[in-house]
């Protein structure tokens, strides 16, 4: 398996713009998250995700976050509109269970807004 | 638990030297203690955990202790090498749905 994929690694856009961040899991894993990491706050998860469905949104930070998971190959992370404060590395990570089993990442997407 | 400690988020040995990074954790029921490796570009790997019904784990030159009755457990790394030179993070369930809580993270560095 080539492990947790994530598009685009690199992204820059202007502030107000939409940006769409995708992943797709390992595949077999039903457990899906995504996290965010800054210097500031480390690693936050925003949102997991369990047979496709969302299970724990609280740590999403506002309305301008969303996340779908329309299948169990995909799932994209949607922030509309952009705020330079949403500059960050977004990592996707699955598993074959809950926090009490090994969560595979992905290389993350390096999200710069302007 | 749902609160997780890191020290010291900072970390510079020689190479062959030991490397200590300790946690504490806030939720006494939490069983599951996994620490990962992030190295520059790549996201956490995870590279061993331990679980509560034991108070150590070794694989290699990599240990994990684990006190319950403190809260606090600690990865130990010996006759460090260059290439462990990485972000280490701790971790333990949540109480609420068994997610995952991450620790500020250790940068660790070895100079040869």
């Known amino acids: 398996d080539a492990g947790v994929i994530q598009s685009p690694r690199h992204e820059v856009t202007e502030m107000g713009q939409e940006v769409t961040l995708r992943c797709k899991p390992i595949s077999g894993h039903d457990y899906l998250f995504w996290y965010r990491q800054t210097m500031m706050r480390g690693l936050e998860l925003l949102i997991y995700?369990?047979?496709?469905?969302?299970?724990?949104d609280s740590g999403m930070p506002e309305d301008r976050f969303s996340a779908k998971m329309p299948n169990a190959s995909f799932s994209t992370l949607k922030i509309q509109p952009s705020e330079p404060r949403d500059s960050a590395v977004y990592f996707c990570?699955?598993?074959?269970?809950?926090?009490?089993?090994?969560?595979?990442f992905g290389q993350g997407t390096r999200l710069t807004v302007v | 638990g749902e609160n997780v400690e890191q020290h010291p988020s900072t970390l510079s040995v020689q190479e062959g030297d030991s490397a200590v990074i300790k946690c504490t954790y806030s939720d006494s029921a939490s069983n599951y203690f996994p620490w990962y490796k992030q190295e520059l570009g790549k996201g956490p790997q995870l590279i061993i955990d331990?679980?509560?019904?034991?108070g150590e784990k070794k694989d290699q030159r990599i240990a994990v202790t684990l006190n319950k009755t403190a809260k606090h457990f600690s990865l130990h790394i010996t006759e460090t090498q260059p290439e462990d030179s990485a972000v280490y993070f701790c971790a333990a369930p949540s109480n609420q749905g068994g997610k995952l809580i991450f620790g500020q993270g250790t940068e660790l560095s070895v100079k040869p």
């Open positions: 990570a699955s598993s074959s269970g809950t926090g009490y089993t090994e969560a595979f």
């Open positions: 331990i679980r509560s019904n034991v």
């Open positions: 995700f369990n047979n496709n469905v969302p299970i724990d």
